[in-house]
């Protein structure tokens, strides 16, 4: 069954604490993207992929790190950096030149 | 700086009623533009429009671009209120960079 797959759908972090959210893909995409969505509001870009070993910053990098070893898999670290953690994040991915596909995302909260 | 604006930030209509969508852009080296609904969790994608001037439709939805004024509408005809949701704009650019704008809540009341 292809598609993408974010886990866990929820996470609890403490304050000062790195979290890492998983995002995995069976789709064969080049492209893959994480972006959060803070209530009421549209999705901003942290990172994105353009193929494994390379990843670009996007409008909110600060706070966050990503890897991208294999083509399937591109995770997502929310440091202690980042002042405010709380919020809703989704993965997408995309092949060439087309529409992305979007997992079901992960609600993280800081408790 | 890479931008995406849609309005109005959010809409109430009631049953019926048609509605348009706006979003306008800025961005360095320009793709596609697309349109995606967002009623719970992930965005479901509903159009990508690459050239000036043609419509592109499905079913109620229907959505264009004009590439020399930078921005795009999205219509939807005789709402119901399973049309309520975030309506997102994105903006996609060579070398796969996806912007997305801050997206439009459309309530419809029944």
């Known amino acids: 069954d292809g598609g993408i797959t974010q886990s866990p759908k929820y996470l609890f972090r403490k304050e000062g604490q790195n979290v890492t959210l998983s995002c995995e893909q069976n789709?064969?995409?080049?492209?893959m993207y994480w972006y959060r969505q803070d209530p009421g509001q549209g999705l901003r870009l942290i990172y994105y992929s353009q193929i494994v070993n390379d990843f670009q910053k996007g409008d909110i990098a600060e706070g966050y790190s990503v890897s991208r070893e294999k083509k399937e898999s591109f995770p997502l670290t929310v440091t202690s950096a980042q002042k405010n953690p709380t919020a809703f994040y989704l993965c997408?991915?995309?092949?060439?030149?087309?529409?992305?596909?979007f997992g079901q995302g992960t609600r993280l909260t800081v408790v | 700086e890479d931008k995406v604006v849609q309005s109005p930030l959010s809409l109430v209509v009631h049953e019926g009623d048609t509605v348009t969508l706006n979003c306008s852009y800025e961005v360095t080296n320009f793709r596609s533009l697309l349109w995606y609904k967002q009623e719970k969790k992930a965005p479901t994608f509903l159009f990508m429009l690459?050239?000036?001037?043609i419509e592109k439709k499905s079913g109620r939805l229907s959505s264009i671009l004009d590439k020399k004024e930078l921005f795009s509408i999205l219509n939807i005809t005789a709402t119901q209120t399973g049309d309520s949701a975030v309506y997102l704009c994105?903006?996609?650019?060579?070398?796969?960079?996806?912007?997305f704008g801050a997206g439009t809540i459309l309530r419809v009341k029944s």
């Open positions: 997408a991915s995309s092949p060439r030149n087309t529409e992305a596909f």
């Open positions: 690459t050239s000036s001037g």
């Open positions: 994105a903006v996609a650019e060579y070398g796969n960079k996806l912007v």
């Open positions: 789709l064969n995409h080049d492209a």
